[in-house]
């Protein structure tokens, strides 16, 4: 007589983790990383990745260049990734139990909602940072996407930043599907099992773009601020002293002094601003853009008692066409003079929703393993789709007879060469 043995723990990670991988839309809108052996605990899940230089070409008729003060500086940049983030979901013992073989488990509705919602979570916070990283926002702050014109004003301001058309992705809220409906081109839809088990994703285009139509999109509060201007001129910098970043997110930022804020004002991470006569740079035809450089605030800033920040860290960096090296990295026309007013999306203390088209390597989920506990009964799985594992951890306490099971995952989203 043969016996049937079915190892419970890797059924229902089994049946986990293919209900989470299924309804994690994030999956398809950003780039993802798994730290290997360069990147470990033994530097802190933390590496720094180097960013190629950039060189001005020269035109001469008539002969060559002259090369004799020298010839143009190589700089490489670096950007710092990091991993810091666990993501968790657990549930009683009771639930587990039940749980005897895979058609259970498949069927367990605690399975079910806890990867769910695990899921949610996570696309919840990818989104978040996708809709925060960038400095270019067109449109009116806080209006619907509501005609494919919008849709359009937002690709053209991407390639006149020079992203090409691999790997867009276009994340809408559903009122501006309402909105856009005779526009929307449906994609090939899954079989039958994932429709009406799974969460959708990328289920339409609009103008080719696949598109995503989902309510996790984040609002954005600014802060108290009002406009408040640049205080002092020529708050440039030379591209060599902001490439190197030791710190996530920080390549080719600097920080400028301001003021006229108001007593106390706050300024918000992810808030927008421009200067009304500052232009952005084109690096490959070395002119002036037709639209307004837009900085983006990286951190929360407070003003002091008169309304000034001392150090108000910006993306990008002002870098003007002083030396070769910095104009092969210009990213304005002009730098702001003394006191030029700062000009802010949204209005203070009001809530908006911004929507996102980004080029899915703009965004790096930096993955990892995490470790083997030394007790208990834990398995591991790698999902199939993308370079993420997910840990299960079973526990009894013997004083109390409380058994419990969790789920988790480490990964952080990382903003790469905004």
Known sequence: M??????????????????????????????????????????GLKVSEQVGPRYLVYRTTGGIKDLTAGVQDTT?????????DTFNSSMGWGDFERIKNIGDARESVA??????????????????????AANNEVGTAGNNVAALADVTAA?????????????????????DQAALASSVIGLAAPDAMVTSTFRQGFNGSVGGVPTMFTQQLSNITPGTRTNGAINGANQNVNYKDVAISTTNGQYMTQTIACD???????????????????HAWDNRLQQAQTHLQQFRVVGDATADGTGAVAALRIFPAIIIGDTANNSAHRTVDIVPA?????????????AYKPRVLLQKSAITMCSADLITPATDTTKRIQLSDVPLSVRMW????????????????ALTANVHDR
């Open 111 to 132: 399975l079910k909602n806890a990867a769910t919602q695990l899921a949610e979570q996570i696309d919840a916070y990818v989104l978040q940072i996708a809709a925060l």
């Open 338 to 350: 003394d006191n030029a007013v700062m000009t802010w999306r949204g209005t203070a203390s009001t």
């Open 394 to 409: 079973r526990h009894s306490d013997f004083a109390t007879g409380a058994h419990s099971i969790r789920f988790d995952c």
């Open 155 to 175: 690709y053209v301001r991407l390639k006149k930043e020079g992203v090409e058309d691999n790997d867009l992705r276009m994340v809408l809220s559903y009122d």
């Open 76 to 84: 490489f940049g670096s950007e710092t990734f990091v991993c810091n």
């Open 2 to 43: 043969a016996t049937n043995t079915v190892d419970q723990s890797r059924l229902v990670l089994n049946a986990f983790a293919a209900v989470f991988e299924n309804n994690l839309l994030a999956k398809d809108i950003v780039s993802w990383k798994q730290f290997d052996s360069e990147m470990n605990e033994r530097n």
């Open 260 to 278: 006229g804020f108001g007593a106390n004002a706050t300024i918000k991470d992810g808030e927008i601003f421009s200067f009304s006569t500052v």
